[in-house]
């Protein structure tokens, strides 16, 4: 059985090359901006986050810019 195999319980390693082309190559981020994204802003900007799955409501806008004003 090979590393990562769902049979022996192992992590896979994350694919690096996969996500580098994406951000790097389809989306032509610069570096420092690619480095510096969170795993849920890579995914958002992939198009990897489903339809409707992390968008904002009027009311928690509402309720965020509420607590957050702009100054």
């Known amino acids: 059985m090979a590393a990562g195999d769902e049979t022996t ?7 690096w090359d996969m996500a580098m082309a994406v951000g790097l190559g389809r989306l032509r981020l610069e570096p420092s901006v690619f480095w510096a994204l969170t795993m849920r802003e890579f995914a958002a900007a992939a198009g990897l986050i489903g339809e409707g799955g992390g968008a904002l409501t009027r ?3 509402a309720g965020l810019m509420q607590r ?3 100054q």
């Not at 319980?9 to 694919?15: I, L, M, N, Q, V």
């Open 59 to 61: 009311p928690v806008l």
């Open 9 to 15: 319980g192992a992590p896979r390693p994350f694919p």
């Open 68 to 70: 957050f004003p702009d």
